[in-house]
């Protein structure tokens, strides 16, 4: 099966800029999840799609940050206006949900913010 | 509160050196956990699960629900083993808590 696609790979904006970042899921998995990693650190949730209804967006610094998705498919997240502080990789991950199913990453977006 | 540790940043052994990744977990309910790995280069993806208690080249690990671990471990560590690996804990919803990761660092 194909992956969970991400583009692009590489982001370098100046602070105050906007940037959006682009998945799409495994086919068929409802579930949605961005993730973002700052070096030295594990993944941290921002934001849970379930199809296109928002599960958990509690992490998720609301005023800068935004996502959607639309249809239930491909996703968008999106930053405006950027702090230093969020240079890091966004993941985007997807998965069918249920017992024992984990996620499948996409390769991420290494947003670099000078 | 659901909280992953994994306590060690950096372990470093000899190849056919025994290897124990630790990782300790915080849940309230019954916990589904995982271990994922990131070799240089390469996207985050799934190294295995408690649930179908699997041995994934060569890797092991055992859920203790006693003292809340799950360390992966391997009895002869390859240098291809050289990666980030992270513990994850699978919450409600299934929202995923990661550990902050250990690197495994196998030298010939």
């Known amino acids: 099966e194909a992956g969970v696609a991400q583009s692009p790979r590489y982001k370098i904006i100046e602070k105050r800029q906007s940037v959006a970042f682009w998945c799409n899921p495994i086919s068929g998995h409802a579930t949605l999840y961005w993730y973002q990693q700052i070096l030295g650190q594990g993944p941290k949730l921002l934001i849970q799609?379930?199809?296109?209804?928002?599960?958990?967006d509690s992490q998720l610094p609301k005023d800068r940050f935004s996502a959607e998705r639309l249809k239930g498919v491909d996703s968008t997240l999106k930053i405006q206006p950027a702090k230093l502080e969020d240079s890091a990789v966004y993941l985007c991950a997807s998965s069918l949900g249920g017992e024992g199913y984990g996620y499948t990453f996409g390769s991420g977006t290494r947003l670099t913010v000078v | 509160a659901q909280r992953v540790t994994q306590p060690e940043k950096l372990l470093s052994v000899f190849k056919g050196a025994p290897v124990e990744l630790k990782c300790n977990y915080s849940?309230?309910?019954?916990?589904?956990l995982f271990w994922y790995v990131q070799y240089s280069r390469q996207r985050l993806q799934l190294l295995l699960r408690h649930i179908s208690r699997e041995s994934i080249k060569g890797f092991t690990a055992d859920l203790n629900k006693g003292e809340t671990s799950f360390h992966l471990k391997k009895p002869f560590a390859q240098e291809e083993d050289s990666a980030m690996y992270y513990c994850?804990?699978?919450?409600?919803?299934?929202?995923?808590?990661f550990g902050s990761g250990t690197k495994l660092n196998v030298k010939p």
């Open positions: 994850a804990l699978k919450g409600n919803f299934n929202k995923f808590y």
């Open positions: 849940y309230s309910g019954s916990p589904e």
């Open positions: 799609f379930q199809n296109n209804g928002v599960v958990d």
